[in-house]
């Protein structure tokens, strides 16, 4: 049986790690390849780096902590943020990526999705989407959820699959910092809509919300968040251990 | 030195990386004298059966792997890598591999209850199957892998050394004398791929 997985989520901007809440008021956590390595130990499943620098600077600095963090930690790297050409994919992934996740890029233009997936398989592409409830539909935001981009939600999210998605990554902006639970009507509509995993991200607080989570949608695949485990709020081995007891299949270390 | 056989196919940072993470010298070269003079290869693999199995023999290094093989170096296929070790794939279309190992590589599909996904992709349990592995030498059974596949071996039921149950048994490991196909990547398992890396050179177990 496949195993849910935990995600830690490091946001990562000029090198360091940093986490906002609704994407606003930004503060310095800590080192990307220390916190990475510390959460392999844990025995987190897969890890999220999420580039939210724009300068080619800050670029350089997020491939250098890429690559520095893959010769040391030897479980799956996705890596997003300024996913916008092939040759962005080409760019992580020779600094140890194994999955690369796009968001704004796609939405600009789709074909990107096509593109990635045919030249590096769809297991590679994940797509991120960040959405917000928004005159009575679920609605896709671009730019860290500043812009609004009209389009409905698991219309967008299906056409990614039909390019080539492998994975999709749901990140509820209203749930999202609120620490009250993941977002489960608009996880429910995505994981009915599609048949490859769907990550859920946004909102988690606290160990029940993850248990509430994996039994209340048996088919989402994993759990994403960012603060509450950078902070030590939930501790991943506690979580797994509390999945466990459950009865919801994880990976023991 | 262990080579890793670059054919162009796919990005072998992690792979080069986690073998320098248990201090053991490793390359990834396209290299067929280098090849030739490893004293271990690794023939890693993703995207389809088809274009890497002609990528392979475009590059001339299907014929050094095999060759290598039937003299007896160490050769460990990893994903794709480990498909190409079979006689033939059925992933969009027939297609040869290199004949290491007896068997076919078929759709997952055709054998796992339609409301699973696929491809399977995560963290799934090994159940050992036959004699002792070598590979597995530090591994316990039950011992958590990733995968990334919608395509397993079948009919190689006397080299299956470990299987993984997802809806049906798949062929997560095969072992034929000094021939070591992983489903799997040891090179993004943990500590547990890294302890079976170890194994296939002859090294012990690390210390977590």
């Not at chain 2, 994903?79 to 059925?90: A, I, K, P, R, V």
């Not at chain 2, 696929?118 to 892998?145: D, M, Q, S």
Request: aromatic letters at 8%.
């Amino acid at each position: 049986m496949n195993t849910k997985r935990i995600i830690p989520c490091l946001d990562v901007k000029n090198g360091r790690v940093v986490k906002g809440v609704n994407f606003q008021g930004l503060s310095d956590v800590s080192s990307p390849v220390e916190l990475a390595k510390y959460y392999s130990d844990c025995g987190a499943d897969e890890l999220v780096f999420y580039d939210i620098t724009a300068s080619a600077e800050g670029r350089r600095l997020f491939t250098d902590v890429l690559c520095e963090t893959a010769r040391t930690v030897f479980i799956p790297l996705t890596v997003g943020g300024g996913i916008n050409t092939v040759e962005d994919f080409d760019r992580v992934l020779k600094c140890g990526a194994d999955k690369v996740s796009v968001n704004s890029g796609a939405i600009r233009n789709p074909e990107l999705i096509r593109e990635a997936s045919r030249k590096y398989g769809d297991q590679c592409v994940v797509l991120s989407a960040d959405v917000k409830r928004l005159d009575g539909q679920f609605r896709v935001f671009a730019k860290g959820g500043r812009e609004d981009t009209g389009l409905e939600a698991i219309g967008w999210i299906k056409k990614g699959v039909d390019l080539g998605a492998g994975e999709i990554v749901l990140n509820s902006i209203d749930t999202d910092g609120v620490k009250g639970g993941f977002d489960l009507e608009m996880l429910e509509a995505v994981s009915n809509a599609v048949s490859v995993p769907v990550i859920a991200s946004g909102g988690a607080g606290k160990i029940e919300d993850f248990i509430t989570l994996f039994e209340t949608l048996p088919r989402v695949d994993a759990g994403l968040a960012a603060s509450i485990f950078h902070f030590g709020e939930v501790r991943i081995p506690e979580l797994k251990k509390a999945l466990r007891e459950r009865g919801i299949p994880v990976r023991e270390v | 030195m262990v080579a890793i056989v670059d054919y162009g196919v796919g990005n072998l940072f992690s792979l080069v990386s986690s073998f320098a993470a248990i201090g053991v010298e490793a390359a990834a070269t396209g290299d067929p004298e280098v090849l030739r003079r490893a004293d271990k290869l690794v023939l890693p693999g993703v995207g389809a059966f088809g274009d890497a199995a002609a990528a392979l023999r475009q590059s001339g290094l299907a014929d050094v792997v095999t060759e290598a093989a039937r003299a007896g170096t160490p050769l460990l296929g990893i994903c794709l890598g480990m498909q190409l070790l079979f006689d033939e794939s059925y992933e969009y279309g027939v297609h040869p591999g290199l004949g290491l190992i007896p068997g076919q590589v078929r759709a997952i599909a055709e054998r796992i209850p339609p409301q699973l996904k696929i491809p399977h992709i995560g963290w799934n349990a090994l159940r050992f199957t036959g004699g002792p592995c070598p590979l597995f030498r530090h591994t316990k059974e039950g011992a958590y892998v990733y995968f990334v596949h919608s395509y397993a071996a079948v009919g190689c039921e006397a080299n299956t050394a470990a299987v993984t149950d997802y809806g049906a048994p798949l062929t997560a490991a095969v072992w034929k004398d000094n021939v070591y196909g992983c489903q799997f990547h040891p090179e993004k398992s943990g500590s547990v791929g890294l302890d079976m890396l170890r194994a296939f050179c002859g090294k012990e177990a690390g210390a977590c």
